[in-house]
Nanobody, 122 residues
Framework: QVQLVESGGGLVQPGGSLRLSCTAS????????MAWYRQAPGQERELVAR????????SYADSVKGRFTISRDDAKNTVYLQMNSLKPEDTAIYTC???????????????WGQGTQVTVSS
């Protein structure tokens, strides 16, 4: 059994910052890709950022480039999303996603967290 648990969401004023965390626990052999998605009311889910094992090759949605930074601590099975210069249009539920293998030679499966609300408003 694998679980992803997010934290760090909340209410922030425009221009402010938040740092989201997502920690994976359970039967984990290796975590390949870790990513953050978001979904605003009435909109489709959007890939915000993703990062591979070891922290290399982070990629971002155009809407967050230069403002958000994704990072990971493989020793802690944790991925972070540092969000700066937040805008009202960043308001959404942010959900962690990870490709995890539970044992050697077992193909990775995708797991999702429960999501955390980020609200940017004055």
């Amino acid at each position: 059994q694998v679980q992803l648990v997010e934290s760090g969401g909340g209410l922030v004023q425009p221009g402010g910052s938040l740092r989201l965390s997502c920690t994976a626990s359970g039967s984990i052999f290796v975590i390949n890709v870790m990513a953050w998605y978001r979904q605003a009311p009435g909109q489709e889910r959007e890939l915000v950022a993703r990062i591979v094992s070891g922290g290399g090759n982070p990629s971002y949605a155009d809407s967050v480039k230069g403002r958000f930074t994704i990072s990971r601590d493989d020793a802690k099975n944790t991925v972070y999303l540092q969000m700066n210069s937040l805008k009202p249009e960043d308001t959404a539920i942010y959900t962690c996603n990870a490709a995890i293998s539970t044992a050697r030679n077992v193909v990775a499966s995708w797991y999702w967290g429960q999501g955390t609300q980020v609200t940017v408003s004055s």
